[in-house]
């Protein structure tokens, strides 16, 4: 479940100044930087869109966890014209404020038991792009958009037209449910629990 602490952190924009991110906004992208996240698939998609530039990055949120996979030409050459902005480790705090102030988040990981990057986006009103896979079509609500994760053409088209359309002030958006918050997810499981013990007394007594 969601962080309650998370949900609830004070933003902090020092992570902007930091990156010097601008009023243009960004693209954002969080998880563990290895193979089976497909961030190079999410590098060369934003590349195709040409819709990155200084004041319109890919900021990647991450530190580096196992086998990944190697950077082409284009993206090193992206990454040191400032395109491509990797944080390595952010506190929470810098993480809600890099939620609250993207343009739009993508994640086209090639499988997940759950994938809490993309839920605690929506819950921060971000746009919402995503790998075709069924965890994500059971957990994220309908505003979120699929992709197949190998198809870079239907990704780059995707973000070429988010990223032209104007995202609402931080301080105006609708902030998501807390349906996977950790308090209700505990809840749920103490509850699910509580009624297996009944049904197995019962079960009993009748032996």
């Given at each position: 479940g969601l962080d309650d602490s998370l949900l609830?952190?004070?933003p902090d924009q020092s992570v902007g100044l930091?990156?010097?991110?601008?009023?243009?906004?960004?693209?954002?992208?969080?998880?563990?930087?290895?193979?089976?996240?497909?961030?190079?698939m999410t590098i060369e998609a934003a590349l195709d869109a040409k819709c990155l530039s200084n004041e319109f990055p890919l900021v990647i949120?991450?530190?580096?966890?196992?086998?990944?996979?190697?950077?082409?030409p284009r993206a090193l050459q992206a990454i040191t014209q400032g395109l491509i902005r990797y944080t390595g480790h952010v506190t929470d705090a810098e993480l809600v404020w890099l939620?609250?102030?993207?343009?739009?988040?993508?994640?086209?990981?090639?499988?997940?038991?759950?994938?809490?990057?993309?839920?605690?986006?929506?819950?921060?009103?971000?746009?919402?792009?995503?790998?075709?896979?069924?965890?994500?079509?059971?957990?994220?609500?309908?505003?979120?958009?699929?992709?197949?994760?190998?198809?870079?053409?239907?990704?780059?088209?995707?973000?070429?037209?988010?990223?032209?359309?104007g995202r609402a002030?931080?301080?105006?958006?609708?902030?998501?449910?807390?349906?996977?918050?950790?308090?209700?997810?505990?809840t749920m499981m103490r509850s699910e629990f509580e009624t297996g013990l009944q049904v197995r007394s019962r079960e009993s007594r009748k032996h």
């Open positions: 609830n952190d004070v930091k990156l010097r991110l601008g009023c243009a906004g960004f693209m954002l992208s969080v998880g563990r930087l290895n193979t089976r996240k497909n961030l190079q949120v991450g530190a580096p966890d196992g086998k990944q996979d190697p950077q082409s939620y609250r102030h993207a343009h739009l988040f993508v994640f086209m990981s090639l499988d997940e038991g759950f994938g809490l990057p993309p839920i605690e986006a929506e819950y921060f009103g971000t746009p919402v792009v995503v790998s075709d896979l069924p965890v994500f079509r059971e957990n994220l609500s309908g505003s979120a958009q699929f992709v197949p994760p190998g198809d870079r053409q239907m990704l780059s088209t995707i973000l070429a037209d988010l990223a032209g359309h002030d931080a301080a105006s958006i609708q902030r998501g449910t807390t349906a996977h918050s950790w308090t209700k997810t505990v």
